[in-house]
């Protein structure tokens, strides 16, 4: 069973940066990290869940919502096992419950971390 841990989140000032960071271990006999997609998720109280970010098991492609765009970098240590979330230039709407996933395909549900909590405010 893939186990995921996120920590890094925090409350922070608009304008403020967190990095968030996502430990993977566990994985199934024959598989490793670098076969696992990795994505961000988040999801705010009252909200649907959006997908903030996708990097791809290389680490070449990133994907990002228009939300965050220009803000957040997702990256990945395939040595670490552990996937990344610069998030830059936060606001209020940034506020959420964050959530990272390991899936090996675009579209599978994968496995899932309990989240941290992200609170932008002054």
């Known amino acids: 069973q893939v186990q995921l841990v996120e920590a890094g989140g925090g409350l922070v000032q608009p304008g403020g940066s967190l990095r968030l960071s996502c430990a993977a271990s566990?994985?199934?006999?024959?598989?490793?990290?670098?076969?696992?997609?990795m994505k961000w998720h988040r999801q705010a109280p009252g909200k649907e869940r959006e997908l903030v970010a996708t990097?791809?098991?290389?680490?070449?492609?990133?994907k990002y919502a228009d939300s965050v765009k220009g803000r957040f970098t997702i990256s990945r240590d395939n040595v670490k096992n552990t996937v990344y979330l610069q998030m830059n230039s936060l606001k209020p709407e940034d506020t959420a419950m964050y959530y990272c996933?390991?899936?090996?395909?675009?579209?599978?549900?994968?496995?899932w971390g309990q989240g941290t909590q992200v609170t932008v405010s002054s």
């Open positions: 996933s390991a899936a090996l395909s675009e579209k599978a549900y994968g496995y």
């Open positions: 566990g994985f199934p006999f024959g598989f490793r990290f670098t076969h696992f997609i």
């Open positions: 990097i791809s098991t290389s680490g070449t492609i990133e």
